[in-house]
C-alpha cells in the first residue's frame, strides 16, 4: 500500500513540477509591457505596500526565489532578478506577497514562523524514530515498538501540520501578487492571466507535497493501530 502511495504521489510531483518549468520557460520568454525588472517590480510592489525595511537581493540558482522573514530581505534568482517578463513579475511580486503577510501579520503566516523550530527539530528525527518503531514491533517487541512508533508518528504529525498551514500562505501570496499586478497596471490583459498561470502551478507543488504527507501520515497511524490491535 506505501509503494502504492509513494508511486502515485511521485508520478503527480513530476507532472506538476515538469508543468511548472514549462510554463516559467513559456513566460519567461513573454516580455513584460511594462518594461519593468523583477527587481523593480519588486521595489515598487514593497513602496506601495508601505514597506521600506525590506531589501531585495540577487541570489543564485533556479527558482530559488524566496523572503527570509529574519533578514527581511526578499531574494530573487538572477534570471527573475534581472527578468523583464511575466515570469519574473509573478515571482517577483508573489514573494513581496510573502513580504506584504509578514507586514501585516498574517495569521497563517504567523502560525508557520512559530511552529519553524520544532518542524526542523521533528523532520531531522520522524523517519529514523519511525523507522526504530516499526523495526521493533516486528522483532514482536510490540508495546516498546508501538510506544517508539507513536512518538515517531507525533513528529511526523508535526511536519505534515506545517505543510498544511503552508498552503494558506502560499495561495494568499499568490492572490495578493496577482491583484497587484494588474491594479497597478503592471500586467495587462493576457499579461496577467499568464502571471496567474504560472503562480497557480507553483502553488500546486505545495499541494501535492502536503497530500502527499498526510497520506504517509495516515499509513503510518494504520500501522499503528494494527499493531494495537496485535
Not at 520522524?126 to 526504530?132: K, N
Not at 498552503?167 to 493576457?190: C, F, K, M, Q
Amino acid at each position: 500500500m506505501y509503494l502504492i502511495i509513494f508511486i502515485v504521489f511521485m508520478v503527480a510531483s513530476l507532472i506538476v513540477q515538469k508543468t511548472l518549468n514549462s510554463r516559467i520557460e513559456k513566460y519567461s520568454k513573454t516580455p513584460l509591457s511594462s518594461g519593468m525588472s523583477g527587481k523593480e517590480v519588486a521595489e515598487k510592489m514593497l513602496r506601495d505596500n508601505g514597506i521600506y525595511d525590506v531589501q531585495v537581493t540577487c541570489t543564485g540558482g533556479y527558482l530559488t526565489d524566496h523572503y527570509d522573514p529574519t533578514k527581511k530581505t526578499v531574494n530573487l534568482s538572477q534570471g527573475v532578478y534581472e527578468g523583464r517578463n511575466i515570469a519574473s513579475a509573478a515571482v517577483a511580486a508573489h514573494e513581496c506577497g510573502h513580504a506584504v503577510q509578514h507586514a501585516t501579520a498574517y495569521r497563517w503566516l504567523t502560525m508557520r514562523s512559530k511552529m519553524v523550530p520544532a518542524v526542523q527539530f521533528g523532520s531531522q528525527f520522524s523517519q529514523w524514530i519511525l523507522l526504530a518503531g516499526i523495526v521493533l514491533m516486528s522483532l514482536n517487541m510490540l508495546g516498546v515498538g508501538r510506544w517508539v512508533l507513536l512518538v515517531g508518528i507525533a513528529f511526523f504529525a508535526l511536519t505534515t501540520l506545517f505543510s498544511i498551514i503552508t498552503l494558506p500562505v502560499e495561495y494568499n501570496a499568490s492572490e495578493r501578487a496577482v491583484a497587484w499586478l494588474d491594479d497597478h497596471s503592471i500586467t495587462t490583459g493576457s499579461e496577467t492571466t499568464m502571471a496567474k498561470d504560472a503562480l497557480k502551478w507553483a502553488a500546486r507543488t505545495y499541494l501535492i507535497a502536503a497530500l502527499s504527507s498526510l497520506a504517509t501520515l495516515l499509513y503510518y497511524i494504520s500501522i499503528f493501530l494494527g499493531g494495537r490491535r496485535n
